[in-house]
């Protein structure tokens, strides 16, 4: 057992609840005492929320940019274990991310069995595994250029493979069992490649990283319908990807990121379907406006993200096929120092959540049934309208977060000290 040592001072966390604290008491009896009314017991949502998690990826510590820029922060972490670091430091006040879904070759070391101890002793494991086709490195033999797992060249297709075969290898090591596969292969031009060929030459080489998945692993498949190909992308939408995972086997799952929809998709029916037919692997969290766009969680639409929730309520009461989604942020922080989103994302998530099991669903089924359209909305409005803020503070304060999670991080001082030791990262352009 690995001896756990967090990086912000219990004595602060503990200074700065002891000013919050009889404030929350008061609003969380407050609030327990309207969802009695509705019959419902505000002990028993808290240790669901208690019990409720959402990864953070490695790559969202540090700070994202676009095509054109990006502003890095004094401070910001420049290699794996720094981002551990404050991925520590965000589940240690908010409480409710303790898995790191990192990416490799980014967070590439030479001893993962240590990085996997050097996680635990900062109260992390670790979450899916992302393989990364979409650039090339510095070395590598064939280019990705025109494709990776799609590539119209054999050699670069077994490469690509390799690489992910090597994701799952890393992955043992660090105790995940699933991999998430995003391929950016499409093409710009019509008629730049063969739109059916070039998805059997990707179900080919896929099935071959398949093949090598051990038995209790599961290959995620995130579809994303444009960007950086902006004519055809050979995953498109959740459709190419339930056909692929349904050709692929039982281990393949669909991960829906809910930005890589076109603009005003219906993205919980989306959920609902991919329930339905066993194939809803996990989540990427985050927000739009226009496209992909990275933004923090539910910063656009709350609304939307809720209704996501819903239906993974409902999926939850009526299992099919190893019901298990696996929650991970996926964000681009352009503009805000990465700890604060996170830890103001996993907030907006975990909300979201305990939203959606406030709905009184034998109220919304009989509405339904009933086809009572205004009530069976109701039921959901009425959720969607609490405040579930102070469910949200106790879980953490239980669980030894803090009440405030971003004042006492700013409270901490941490991002100051740590632009103190940390090199500066350069500057540069890319999403990340
Ligand atoms: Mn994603």
Redesign the pocket.
């Known amino acids: 057992m690995t001896a756990t040592t967090l990086p912000i001072s219990a004595d602060l966390i503990a200074e700065a609840n002891a000013r919050d604290a009889a404030a929350l008491d008061e609003d969380y009896a407050a609030l327990g005492r309207k969802l009695e009314r509705s019959g419902i017991a505000i002990d028993a949502m808290l240790d669901r929320v208690a019990a409720f998690s959402v990864a953070v990826p490695s790559w969202g510590a540090g700070r994202g940019g676009t095509r054109f820029a990006k502003f890095p922060i004094a401070g910001e972490p420049t290699n794996i274990h720094e981002k551990l670091e404050d991925c520590a430091v965000i589940n240690q006040l908010g409480r409710n991310t303790p898995r790191v879904s990192p990416h490799f070759p980014w967070d590439k070391v030479s001893d993962y069995t240590a990085l996997r101890e050097e996680a635990a002793s900062l109260g992390l494991g670790f979450d899916a595994i992302n393989s990364n086709t979409f650039q090339d490195q510095p070395g590598q033999a064939h280019s990705y250029s025109t494709g990776s797992l799609a590539s119209t060249v054999e050699a670069t297709r077994r490469q690509a493979v390799e690489h992910n075969i090597e994701c799952i290898e890393i992955g043992r090591q660090l105790g995940s069992t699933d991999l998430t596969v995003?391929v950016g292969d499409g093409t710009n031009f019509p008629g730049q490649q063969d739109l059916a060929r070039s998805l059997d030459r990707y179900l080919d080489a896929a099935a071959d990283v398949y093949a090598a998945l051990p038995s209790d692993w599961r290959m995620l498949l995130?579809h994303k319908m444009f960007e950086p190909a902006f004519y055809s992308t050979i995953i498109s939408d959740w459709g190419s990807s339930i056909l692929a995972a349904q050709e692929l086997g039982p281990k393949a799952k669909c991960l829906v990121?809910l930005g890589?929809h076109a603009p005003n998709v219906n993205i919980e029916q989306i959920v609902a379907r991919l329930h339905r037919f066993g194939k809803l692997g996990g989540f990427?969290f985050n927000d739009s406006k226009y496209g992909d766009d990275d933004l923090d969680s539910g910063s656009i639409n709350p609304h939307q993200l809720f209704l996501v929730f819903n239906e993974l309520v409902e999926a939850e009461l009526h299992p099919r096929d190893g019901f298990a989604p696996s929650y991970m942020i996926?964000q681009s922080h352009n503009v805000t120092d990465p700890i604060e989103s996170m830890l103001s994302s996993a907030e907006t998530i975990a909300a979201c959540f305990a939203k959606a099991l406030l709905v009184d669903r034998e109220a919304l089924h009989a509405a339904q049934d009933g086809n009572d359209t205004m009530m069976a909305f109701q039921a959901l409005r009425r959720a969607y309208n609490v405040d579930v803020a102070p469910i949200l503070a106790r879980a953490r304060a239980q669980a030894g977060g803090a009440i405030d999670p971003l004042a006492t991080y700013r409270a901490s001082q941490w991002r100051p000290r740590k632009a103190q030791e940390r090199t500066a990262v350069g500057l540069g352009a890319g999403i990340v």
């Open positions: 995003w995130e990121d890589h990427h996926d």
